[in-house]
């Protein structure tokens, strides 16, 4: 069993950055992939950002490429999503996933943990 807990959403102002982090437990965390998804009131679940097991290779949806990176600390069963420049449009609840395979994955399907969510809020 993983267990994955996403940290540090919050309320921005549009134009601020925020720092979500993702720590996971309960398997070698350094040999898998993982990714961050949203979701908005009222909208499907969409790909955010993906990070091979070695940080090596990292995929962004068009929406956050240029303002967001995804980073790990495998050392710290950790990974990142460091986002700047928020917009209203960036509010969503964030979650974290954990894929099966070390190569990531913009499809929510081919990853089998998830954690609970975190709420990022950008006001206008």
């Known amino acids: 069993q993983v267990t994955l807990v996403e940290s540090g959403g919050g309320l921005v102002q549009a134009g601020g950055s925020l720092r979500l982090s993702c720590a996971a437990s309960?398997?070698?965390?350094?040999?898998?992939?993982m990714g961050w998804f949203r979701q908005a009131p009222g909208k499907e679940r969409e790909f955010v950002a993906a990070?091979?097991?070695?940080?090596?290779?990292?995929y962004y949806a068009d929406s956050v490429k240029g303002r967001s990176t995804v980073s790990r600390d495998n050392g710290k069963n950790t990974v990142y999503l460091q986002m700047n420049s928020l917009k209203p449009e960036d509010t969503a609840v964030y979650y974290c996933?954990?894929?099966?395979?070390?190569?990531?994955?913009?499809?929510?399907?081919?990853?089998?943990?998830w954690g609970q969510g975190t709420q990022v809020t950008v006001s206008s």
């Open positions: 309960g398997r070698t965390f350094s040999s898998y992939a």
């Open positions: 990070i091979s097991w070695s940080g090596g290779t990292t």
């Open positions: 996933a954990a894929g099966t395979t070390a190569v990531p994955s913009l499809v929510g399907d081919d990853y089998a943990y």
